[in-house]
């Protein structure tokens, strides 16, 4: 295969082209310093330059994590890894930098603990074939990527901490509007793109003053960051990060920069000097959310994310969002009826009856399939249904909303909690293989149907890239949300428009998370 050369920034990169010359792709390329030593826990700072030609012919590390099982839906293979993980990668199939080609920025998911931007499915061969310039990257995960201190925040001058896999991601979209350019792509037509923690980023970088002129389309895939003020504040955030340096029995900063990388991500402060390696969403002590998740800081996200759009101050930018039809298939559920209802009593009170209403059981295998749906209704499916709907509310960008519930020819699922195995629908990140084309990264008994919808799904994200609309000739149309209509396109089987489902599960969430806030109020 030939290779190719480009200028950026930082200096020459040699890049390789497929074996038919249609896509030109660069891995492992620095977009900032390596956050090590006296840069752990500081905001990305530029990435070095280079002398001579840096080939860019591999991915770059991903950040260092705790393993996937290897029988989960998202494992394909152990991963290089290392606190160094600052890379992004390219995909252009542009034969020159004159060309000005819509920019797809994908941000990828794993609950701001596991995930790279290296994965087979996220290969941006196909839609780079398709006319876009297609980046993926890895940014800082876990405690790395989230850790708040007093003493941390002293150190900036904006006062703050934490959020630097947010600040990660803004200095991607800055290395975008630096250098696409020079790889044939347009930085004023960048498109965020993601999925799981990835679309709850891009749902809060939309919130964030940092990031405006960034990008200009939005697409969030199965995530979001509005229910339930779901967002530390700093002050809770610096104190849970000040209980784990006590914890893990550093005096200072300085002496927490100096602890080895696995022990700052996997040691379990309750347990002495047990290290967690393998990730478990099912244990509660698997990850540590205290210091694993976004911050309202005042500074990458000034206030709460409902707020901001509520009031209309977000990125206005065209919107496309939408999840899956069993987003709750692959977590770990309730596995008894008497737990299911005590748990209903114990988390909803007065809303406990309409909750039941909602999620009916009888039986412990009832329990098992209303508590995985009950997890995918509140966690994935309400935050892109209520994104849209506050979109359409105050903002005057156009919005286009989509349920995803094409069931993939996947093998039944090992059981978790309760069950042996069972089908998991349209699980969670079903989508992504279809959007990218990647179908074929993994080795199901994909058929005519599956491939027809990607090529249109393919199709509709790379037509709303490059104007903010997803329709073109040759397309089913797509109508714009219009939460007084059903306009919401149905993927399954086919394409179809009509009502959203789940609207009764929606509108209970919707009532639940207004009762929190009203709380917290």
Known sequence: MKSAEVLIETGRLIGQWTADGSVCSFKGVPYAHAPVGSLRWCPPQ???RWGGTRPALAFGPRCVQPNRPDNAVGYFGPEAESEDCLS???????????ERRQVMVWIHGGGFAVGSGSLPIFDGTALARRGAVVVTFNYRLGRLGFLAHPALSAEQPHGTSGNYALLDQIAVLNWVKANIAAFGGDPSCVTIFGQSAGSSSVNSLMTSPLAKGLFHRAIGQSGGAFFGRILQRLAAAEQAGSELACALRASSIE???????????FRRPDDGNSVKDVYDSSDPKGIDRKNSWSIIDGYVIPEVVMDQFAEGRQIDVPLLTGSTADEGSTQPPISTL?????????????MASEFLRVYPANSDAEAVRSSRRMIGNRIFNWENWTWANMQVKTGRSPVYFYHFGQVPPKPDYPGRGGDLEHSIGSF????????????????WPWRTIDRELSDTMA???????????????????WPRYDAGRDTTLLIKDGIRVGATPERSALEFWKAVDAAIRARAN
């Open 46 to 48: 530029p990435a070095e």
């Open 88 to 98: 992004l990668n390219v995909w252009t199939g542009a034969p020159s930098a004159q």
């Open 255 to 265: 002496r927490l920069r100096e602890l080895p990388v696995r022990e700052i991500q």
């Open 338 to 350: 008497a737990e299911y209802e005590r748990r209903a009593r114990a988390d909803y009170g007065d």
């Open 428 to 443: 969670h990140t079903a989508d992504i293989p279809y959007v990218f084309e990647t179908l074929d990264a993994r080795s």
């Open 459 to 477: 199709r509709y994200w790379i037509n709303f890239a490059a104007s903010g609309d997803p329709n073109s000739a040759g397309l089913p149309a």
